[in-house]
């Protein structure tokens, strides 16, 4: 140890460490400035910006000090939003631009970080840190639907909260996994409906129909839905059996007739069904729910369909047996 350090404050000692040390014990704010400004040890300039709590000085650190780590420890202690605006767009360092991100509120700034960051990497995530501090709706939608990175999409949707918004963002031509994480937060029953008839992706369509509990609206995309997917997932979640029974006769689908079929209960409607469809797999679905041993003892002897006239001799083995 030089015999200087014997006589001088421990502040002022030649080893960083012990400079370090000392700084945790000083208060003096003007001493601690010029610590924090003239230190040759960045971890002693650290140190010190973390007792700082002159706003003024914390912002001349936030803007010159050469070592990211230092401007960062000062970012975190500003509270001036136009600094901090400014270090959000302009520092070098993406770690640094994200700290200021993290103290913003103006959801304009906000905005225009996570559109135009310059750092499009994970590891930083300054856009990323962006979008967590957005409430504004508009631009979070904007930002699912056409932000070109997977991770700013989904963080985006995720804010999402109207209901308008998330169909906007499910029926946008691109993303599908953005789609449907949108579909996955909506709740409102006409706008899923909307969304179940024109969304771009039949698996948005399908997985709109799926959150749907209002049966006039089921029955009427099983009714009128231009998709055959749509119509069928909108059919199995439907109990009206006359309105099953109207479907399983007439759908253009053999799928759709097939779902309605399996939901059917009356055997007059199944009976006609089993020996009139022109599919053999409506017919099948049919068969296997019928429970006259005549009629299915006619179908095994009798239906065109190998498969068609097997299922009906086993479902008629099982009934005689009481199964």
Not at 70 to 86: C, E, F, G, H, I
Not at 116 to 139: F, I, M, P
Not at 229 to 253: C, F, G, I, M, Y
Request: hydrophobic content about 45%; aromatic content about 4%; charged content about 30%.
């Amino acid at each position: 140890m030089p015999l200087a350090d014997l006589f001088r404050p421990e502040w002022k000692h030649s080893k960083p460490w012990m400079r370090r040390a000392a700084v945790e014990k000083l208060t003096d704010q003007a001493l601690l400035a010029d610590l924090a400004k003239n230190d040759h040890d960045w971890m002693v300039r650290e140190a010190a910006v973390e007792k700082l709590t002159d706003q003024a000085v914390l912002a001349h650190i936030a803007k010159n000090d050469s070592i990211s780590g230092v401007r960062r420890a000062a970012v975190k202690k500003l509270t001036d939003q136009a600094l901090l605006t400014d270090v959000a767009k302009k520092d070098r360092d993406a770690d640094v631009r994200r700290a200021a991100v993290c103290k913003l509120t103006d959801q304009v700034v906000l905005g225009e970080v996570a559109r135009h960051d310059g750092e499009y990497g994970v590891e930083y995530g300054v856009r990323l840190a962006a979008v967590k501090k957005l409430t504004d709706q508009a631009t979070l939608a904007d930002l699912a639907k056409n932000d070109h990175d997977w991770m700013v999409r989904g963080a985006a949707v995720e804010k999402l909260t109207d209901q308008a918004l998330l169909a906007d963002v499910a029926k946008s031509p691109r993303y599908r996994g953005v789609n449907l994480k949108a579909v996955e937060k909506l709740s409102d029953q006409a706008v899923l409906a909307d969304v179940a008839k024109n969304a771009r992706d039949s698996d948005v369509r399908k997985a709109a129909v799926e959150k749907l509990t209002d049966h006039a609206v089921l029955a009427d995309l099983a009714r009128t839905a231009s998709d055959q997917d749509v119509r069928r997932a909108a059919v199995t979640k439907l109990t009206d059996q006359a309105l099953l029974a109207d479907l399983a006769r007439n759908d253009s689908n053999w799928d759709v007739r097939w779902a309605a079929a399996l939901k059917l209960t009356d055997q007059a409607v199944l009976a006609h069904i089993a020996k009139n469809d022109s599919d053999p797999h409506v017919r099948t679905a049919a068969v296997t729910k019928l429970t006259d041993q005549a009629l299915l003892a006619d179908i095994a002897k009798n239906d065109s369909t190998r498969t068609v006239h097997d299922v009906a001799a086993n479902r008629l083995r099982a009934l005689r047996e009481g199964r």
